[in-house]
DNA sequence: GTCTATAAAGCGATAGAC
DNA sequence: GTCTATCGCTTTATAGAC
């Protein structure tokens, strides 16, 4: 159901979702998708956007923080966001919204998503020794350089532009050795 | 005229930007618009990507393949890119497009800003005496790397996110020395 | 060229029958 | 819980006066 809904929101964006379009996608009537979601459209995009963010959590950031091995959870991260993304054909919900008009509406859930991704990919950066400093901003650029393929490989119409991107990113985190004196245990 | 139109366009995005919002922005009434754009807001919005898309390749393209020096064309690109994107307060429009629901609209046009910039970048890079291949990755993974900074320092509200970012990006592409059997002379 | 008036369609949202 | 009918408003676009 707001799986749906969100496949809608992805294809059109919050404007261009329309009623008739959530309708045709559900398969249910106005009055129905009133009854469920009595705040509208936009509560319909908050709750999808509340559980993007909830399954980004469960599958990608928990594991991440709790990983016993920083390297394969760091593995697992690019698996798991190759396969959301499904290798670039899917775009990000959030970073659409992020870019769009409807961004004040859920300027707080946008954030909220994207600092949970940094800081969960920066703790387990940590673990490899890098400094906090070194280890935030390697992960907001691991972030970034996700939805920068997205833009561009959407922009291109060519997903080899994301898995490029995706292999680029995992590579250079694996070899970016931590500084010796920055080296520490956790 | 186009200027303001794109201002429009880049604060509500395509179907977000109303005839209504732009007869103010430009201070034309719809039957001025009309006479200016037969095509109506379609043909608006395609032509402010089009001149973006012409202020890019007279200000940043061109000039980054024509540099006799390529470390300072490519410096110049990256200061170029940080003041018309205001440091990470304005965003790409051609992104907003490519993401968005209008992008089969405007492919065309979004599809050959991005594969200029790549282009231009790769050539400059060979200069460098990077191989085609690897100056092309070079390339598109700056241009990628701009993109998503755009994306992640507004769904942060931190435009610092943004020149640390172009930094990183500059910095890389000086510091990657081309393989001794790439290098080549052009 | 610029304006006002208006058409025709689509929008989000509501009411009320079932 | 789901539907249809409908409200009130906004949308893009056009017509025609000036």
Redesign the interface.
């Known amino acids: 159901m707001l799986s749906a809904l969100g496949e809608v929101f992805r294809?059109?964006?919050y404007?261009?979702a329309s009623l008739a379009l959530i309708s045709e996608a559900t398969g249910l009537g106005k009055g129905s998708l009133y009854h469920f979601f009595p705040g509208g459209k936009e509560q319909m995009a908050a709750e999808v956007l509340g559980s993007i963010d909830a399954w980004f959590v469960t599958e990608i950031y928990r594991p991440l923080r709790k990983a016993s091995d920083p390297r394969g959870g760091i593995a697992d991260m690019f698996a798991g966001v190759d396969t959301y993304f499904r290798s670039g054909r899917r775009?990000c919900l959030?970073?659409?919204v992020?870019?769009?008009?409807a961004?004040d509406l859920f300027?707080d859930r946008?954030?909220e998503?994207?600092?949970a991704w940094v800081d969960a990919l920066a703790l387990a950066l940590r673990k490899l020794g890098h400094s906090p400093t070194v280890a935030r901003?390697l992960a907001?650029?691991a972030?970034?350089?996700?939805?920068?393929?997205?833009?561009?490989a959407?922009?291109?119409?060519d997903r080899k532009?994301f898995s490029?991107?995706l292999m680029?990113s995992h590579r250079r985190l694996m070899l970016t050795r931590p500084e010796r004196s920055q080296r520490r245990s956790i």
């Open positions: 294809a059109h964006g404007e261009g775009v959030i970073g659409v992020a870019l769009g008009n961004r300027a946008v954030k998503y994207f600092v901003h907001e650029q972030v970034l350089e996700i939805q920068g393929a997205l833009v561009l959407r922009a291109v119409n532009v490029r991107a680029r």
